[in-house]
C-alpha cells in the first residue's frame, strides 16, 4: 500500500504564540470596548440628562466610522507595515475609550465615540494580514480561535463584570482605567510582533506582483458568499450582545445578577468552545480533509446551530431557555473559530487585508439592522417571538451562505498574480 508522502507540519513556533495570545487579548479589548457603552447607557442618560433618541445615536455612532472605514482599512494594511498600522489603531481606540470617562458634554461623547470606530477599524484587517502571512493553512483554526474567543469573552465579561463594576465605582471610572490599561498593552506587542514579516513558503504563488482591484474582486462568488454569510452571522451576534440582558430581564423576569451569570457563563463556554473547534479543525485538516470540507463544517454547521438553538429560546420554559441560549452562544463560538480562515486562505497574503475591510464593511452593517429591527418588532408586537424567529432566518440564510455560496476554500489566483513582474 502506498504511503502519503505529505510533509508533516511542525508546531506553531514559540514566538508566533506569543503573538496569537496578544492578538486574543487585543479583540477582547476590543470587543469591551465596543460595548461598554452599552452596559453604561442608563446612568450615562441619567447623568448627561440626554434623550433616548440622542443616545440611540451616541450607541450606533461606533458603527458609522467602523463599517464605512473597513475597505480603507483593508487597503491600508495591504500597503503598510500591519504591525505598526494596528498598533496606531489599537492606540487610538484605547485612548478614546480613557477620555470617554472625562467628558461631560453630548457632543464630545458623540465624537469619542467616532474616533473609537475609526480606530478599531483596523482590527480585524490586520488580524487576517497577520494570520495570512505568518500561519500555514492547518495552523489557522487555531489562530482564529484564540482571535474569535476574544470577542466571544469581551461581551461576556462586560455583562458579568462591567455593570457590577459600574454599578459599585460608577462608569466614569471604569472607562478611564480600561483605557489606560490598555494601553500596557503595546509594550509587549512592540516587544513580539513579528519582525521581519516572515512568509508562508506555499502561501504565496510565483509570479505574484500585486494585488488585486476592487473590480476583479467584486466579480468573485466566494467574496459575497463570505460577505453576506458575515452579515448573518453579526446578526446573530450584535442580536445577542444588545437585546439578550434586556431580554432575559424583562421577558423572562431573570434578576440582574442571574441575568449576569448566565450571559458570562454562555459567553464563556462560547469562548472555550472556540478554542476546541479551532484546534480540531487543524487536526481534521493534518489528517488529510481538504480545507473546504473542515471550514465549511464547522462555519455553515455552527451558524445553522446557533440559529436553532436561540430560536428554540423563546418557545421554552425558563430553564430550557438558559440551556437553549448557552448552547446558541457555544454554536456561535464553534462557528467564528473558523469563518475568518476561510477569507485569509481565499484572499492569501496580498489581498487579505482588503478583502477583510470589504467583507467587515458589509458584515457589520448588522450592527445596525439586528438591534433596530428587533426593537421595530417589539414594539409593534410586543414581544420577542418574532424576533427570535427572524434571527433564526437570517442565521440559517447565512449557514447556506457560506457553504454553497462561497467556492472551494482554496487561494484565489489574482490576475495580477498572472502578469508578468517587471
Not at 489603531?89 to 475609526?118: M, N, Q
Not at 475591510?357 to 448588522?366: D, E, P, R, T
Request: proline letters at 5%; a positive charge; hydrophobic letters at 50%.
Amino acid at each position: 500500500m502506498p504511503t502519503s508522502t505529505a510533509p508533516r507540519r511542525k508546531a506553531i513556533p514559540g514566538p508566533l504564540l506569543l503573538v496569537l495570545i496578544l492578538l486574543g487579548l487585543s479583540v477582547f479589548i476590543n470587543y469591551v470596548d465596543r460595548g461598554n457603552l452599552s452596559i453604561a447607557a442608563p446612568m450615562l442618560k441619567d447623568e448627561l440628562r440626554i434623550s433616548a433618541s440622542q443616545l440611540g445615536i451616541l450607541l450606533s455612532a461606533f458603527f458609522w466610522t467602523y463599517a464605512c472605514l473597513q475597505p480603507f482599512a483593508g487597503w491600508l494594511v495591504d500597503r503598510w507595515n500591519v504591525n505598526w498600522v494596528f498598533a496606531g489603531g489599537f492606540f487610538l481606540w484605547s485612548a478614546a475609550t480613557a477620555t470617554t470617562g472625562l467628558v461631560h458634554t453630548f457632543a464630545v461623547l458623540f465624537i469619542l465615540r467616532l474616533l473609537l470606530g475609526i480606530g478599531e477599524s483596523v482590527a480585524f484587517p490586520s488580524y487576517s494580514k497577520i494570520i495570512a502571512l505568518n500561519f500555514a493553512e492547518e495552523h489557522r483554526g487555531l489562530a482564529n480561535s484564540v482571535v474569535s474567543a476574544g470577542f466571544v469573552l469581551g461581551p461576556g465579561f462586560g455583562m458579568l463584570f462591567g455593570g457590577l463594576l459600574m454599578a459599585r465605582f460608577g462608569w466614569r471610572p471604569f472607562f478611564l482605567v480600561l483605557g489606560l490599561v490598555s494601553l500596557l498593552w503595546l509594550v509587549p506587542w512592540f516587544k513580539w510582533m513579528p519582525k521581519p514579516m516572515p512568509k508562508i513558503p506555499d502561501a504565496i504563488p510565483t509570479g505574484t506582483t500585486g494585488a488585486p482591484g476592487l473590480l476583479e474582486f467584486l466579480r468573485l462568488r466566494s467574496a459575497w458568499g463570505t460577505s453576506i454569510g458575515l452579515f448573518c452571522s453579526n446578526y446573530v451576534n450584535y442580536f445577542l450582545i444588545t437585546w439578550l440582558p434586556f431580554y432575559l430581564v424583562r421577558e423572562r423576569h431573570f434578576s440582574m445578577d442571574n441575568m449576569a451569570r448566565i450571559g458570562g457563563s454562555a459567553y464563556l463556554l462560547g469562548a472555550c468552545f472556540s478554542t476546541l473547534s479551532g484546534w480540531l479543525s487543524d487536526r481534521w485538516i493534518m489528517s488529510g480533509a481538504t480545507p473546504t470540507r473542515v471550514r465549511k463544517t464547522f462555519t455553515g454547521g455552527g451558524l445553522a446551530c446557533a440559529g436553532v438553538f436561540t430560536g428554540l429560546a423563546v418557545v421554552s420554559g425558563p430553564r430550557y431557555c438558559v440551556a437553549a441560549l448557552i448552547l446558541g452562544v457555544v454554536s456561535f463560538g464553534v462557528f467564528s473559530s473558523n469563518g475568518w480562515a476561510i477569507t485569509q486562505t481565499l484572499a492569501g497574503p496580498q489581498a487579505a487585508g482588503r478583502w477583510t475591510g470589504f467583507q467587515n464593511m458589509l458584515g457589520n452593517l448588522a450592527g445596525v439592522v439586528a438591534p433596530a429591527v428587533t426593537g421595530f418588532v417589539l414594539e409593534r408586537t410586543g414581544e420577542f417571538y418574532w424576533a427570535f424567529v427572524i434571527l433564526t432566518a437570517v442565521a440559517l440564510a447565512g449557514s447556506a451562505s457560506w457553504i454553497f455560496l462561497v467556492g472551494r476554500i482554496e487561494q484565489v489566483i489574482w490576475r495580477s498574480e498572472l502578469r508578468p513582474s517587471r
